[in-house]
């Protein structure tokens, strides 16, 4: 609950008038988020969530189910009058994942951006990606797989016919790969993190020296966020 607070606390930030935001951020406990136009009921199984111990989250942005845990995750928030942001959400985003491809290479890989919003390394894909615009800005947040489990993916999502499910967890991973895999060794989440955070400087020509953390009211107006809506019954099951 809190990062995507954290998310929507940063836009209003922006949308005040803010500079820019790049954010980079992992999952304790892991967590499967939904699309903001999903179903709960339809996408994800709850039972097996909750004995996992595994939170459950609806994103202000679309897209599909997604399960966190062994990967690290960014958002990126600027104004809609700023260069970057494009004329439409399928223009912004091969501009805006060009700082994950940079960042990829910079670890050793060579990657590319492919519409409407994945990056490939190795044939499959190793970054999804999903954008908002809302209040007078653009949101962009999206994953890089440091690794992944297909099978406890599906235990806690749900498969229209359980007897195909062997199947869609061999088709993920024949098309799903994480940095570990294609590095051949332990990529950590600091050592993702700032070849990513150079990538994104260099490639879209962004301007910070050192990294900054959230400021106290933006802290207390996530932590509210977190309470009051995302780990609220009526936001979560609101489709």
Known sequence: MYNMAMDETLLETVAAGAVPVLRFYGWSPPAVSIGYFQGIEEEVDSDACARRG?????RI?????????????YSFIIPLDHPLAGTSITGS???????????????????????????????????????????GCVLQHGTVLLDSDPELMFELLKVPQEKIK???????????????????????????????????????????SAPARP??????????L????????AWLRRR
């Open 226 to 233: 977190a309470r009051e809506k995302f780990g609220s019954e």
């Open 215 to 224: 400021s106290p009211p933006e802290e207390a107006r996530a932590a509210a």
């Open 93 to 135: 985003y091969g501009q805006l994942c060009s700082g994950i491809t940079a960042g990829l290479r910079l670890l050793g890989i060579d990657a590319v951006f492919v519409p409407l919003n994945d990056i490939v390394a190795g044939g499959k894909k190793v970054s999804g990606n999903a954008q908002t615009r809302r209040q």
């Open 54 to 58: 595994i939170d459950l989250v609806r």
């Open 166 to 208: 062997g199947k869609l967890i061999q088709d993920i991973k024949s098309r799903v790969t994480g940095l570990r895999t294609l590095l051949g060794r332990n990529v950590h989440f600091n050592e993702a993190r700032d070849a990513l955070a150079r990538g994104f400087k260099e490639a879209l020509s962004l301007d910070y």
């Open 61 to 73: 942005s679309g897209g599909g189910a997604v399960f966190h845990d062994a990967e690290i995750t």
